[in-house]
């Protein structure tokens, strides 16, 4: 008869200690997701967030243009031709803010005339590539962002397009 308490008790000691793996895997679960868990709020705490930088910049500006009227000018002759080649261009101006667009026109008789006199000395074989009218570009852009003013400030002219480009 003293085999048969043996048998409750193997039968005690077997689920006492699978409960035991089992409070194991639990207790290392749980601490893995605390972990887990933690590193996860440290980093999206440490890292910068974009919505507060982005709220912060400027919404980016539309481009200012100011269409000029057509030019009709002489150019230049060309060494030996007798011939007179004539440049018809119309062009835009970009600015940066209405406020450079208001003073443009404000001074429009001093801006025709230097675009007059700088299209005027050009030759039709400077501007018949690509280059040469990427040329005249930056120099029309340089010469208008001199100072209308003796005491005055620079334009700021960024950028000038053609939108007709005619030598006959």
Known sequence: MAKAPAKPEAAEEAPAG???KTLFIIIGV?????????????????????KPSAAKAEPAKPPVFVPMDNFTVNLSPEDG???????????????????DAEDIKLHMPQVRSRILLLLSS????????EAGKTKLTQD????????FDPKGEPQKISSVFFTSFVIQ
């Open 18 to 20: 699978k409960s035991k």
């Open 30 to 50: 749980v601490l893995v997701l605390l972990l887990g868990g933690g590193g996860a709020a440290a980093w999206f705490f440490t890292q910068k967030s974009d």
């Open 81 to 99: 031709d007798t011939d007179s080649k004539y440049l018809q261009v119309a062009l835009t101006l970009q600015v940066p803010e209405e406020k």
């Open 122 to 129: 050009k030759k039709a074989s400077d501007l018949l590539v």
């Open 140 to 147: 029309i852009v340089t010469e208008l962002n001199k100072p």
